[in-house]
């Protein structure tokens, strides 16, 4: 209803001017009722839609509302930028302590080995120890068996071994 009015308003203007009298060898220039001008204007101020107004404040705060939209935009970017380096850091530490526990891993099976070589030649060394004096004993068991198992001469040949003092 408001617009309509502000359309009825325009239209009496335009009335106006054209009911206007013409000033003698002049076709531009007019005489108007000032008064019933301004009156049309004042209606159509005082009618001029909310939106209208709104949208005169909106230009008006336009800067602030772009500016803000713009700090918003900007917070927005600068937490995602944010967000992706923290993520790449943790992931960089996760590398990095992947790298890391490959190399123990590596070190740990080196070293097992080193000490598996080490205690197998350790193993094989005291192995070989024991057979040489296993065999020392058992060529000792031999001699002392054919000794026994030998034919007895006399005793003399026995006691030949034996000291003279202790005869």
Request: glycine share 0%; aromatic share 0%.
């Given at each position: 209803m408001a617009e309509l009015m502000i359309e009825d308003y325009l239209d009496a203007m335009d009335e106006i001017l054209d009911k206007a009298q013409s000033f003698p060898l002049s076709a531009k220039k007019s005489l108007v009722d000032v008064d019933q001008l301004?009156?049309?204007i004042d209606h159509i101020r005082m009618n001029i839609p909310t939106e209208v107004k709104q949208a005169k404040k909106i230009v008006s705060e336009r800067k602030s509302i772009i500016d803000e939209a713009t700090r918003q935009a900007d917070d927005i970017i600068n937490k995602a930028e944010s967000r992706k380096n923290t993520?790449?850091?943790?992931?960089?530490?996760?590398?990095?302590?992947?790298?890391?526990?490959?190399?123990?891993?590596?070190q740990a099976l080196m070293?097992?080995?080193?000490?598996k070589t080490a205690a197998d030649e350790y193993i094989v060394d005291t192995l070989s120890k024991a057979e040489e004096a296993l065999a020392a004993s058992?060529?000792?068991v031999k001699r002392t068996k054919s000794t026994i198992k030998a034919?007895?001469?006399a005793p003399m040949q026995m006691n030949m071994n034996?000291?003279?003092?202790?005869?």
């Open positions: 301004r009156e049309c993520l790449l850091a943790e992931h960089e530490i996760t590398k990095t302590a992947q790298l890391k526990a490959a190399e123990i891993e590596k070293k097992a080995k080193t000490v058992l060529t000792a034919p007895k001469t034996i000291p003279p003092q202790q005869r």
